[in-house]
């Protein structure tokens, strides 16, 4: 848990960058103790966070839900968000600038052609 003195939370803004959101994770995974967990075990767990997601995105479209079980449909902010730190650890685990593998992707992006099928 973190203390109050301790609470890098505080420096979230909504002017970080990819790369200081990559790194502020990178130190809550070390600080919480998730730091020893592979590569495989994070994909893993990403994938259970798109589980809840789609649980979520039912509640928020109005599909029908169990309503004993209501309180598992966790807010789609949240688990979208949950799936956003699971990918900047996954990079950080993996070594990979995900700004810049984005900034890489999307110059490939823009050379491909799209047409309708």
């Known amino acids: 848990m973190l203390h109050r003195e301790d609470n890098l939370t505080d420096a ?55 309503k004993n079980r209501g309180q598992q449909y966790a807010d789609l902010k949240f688990e979208l968000a949950d799936i956003l730190i699971y990918l900047l650890d996954l990079s950080n685990t993996c070594g990979i600038d995900l700004f810049q593998a984005f900034r890489e992707k999307e110059v490939q992006n823009a050379q ?5 099928a």
């Open 12 to 66: 979230l803004t909504p002017q970080l960058s990819l790369v200081a959101l990559q790194a502020y994770v990178r130190k809550i995974v070390d600080k919480r103790g998730f730091s020893e967990e592979t590569p495989r075990d994070k994909v893993l767990l990403m994938l259970e966070e798109f589980g809840e997601l789609a649980k979520a995105l039912r509640k928020y479209i109005g599909l029908k839900i169990d």
């Open 112 to 116: 491909r052609r799209w047409d309708s």
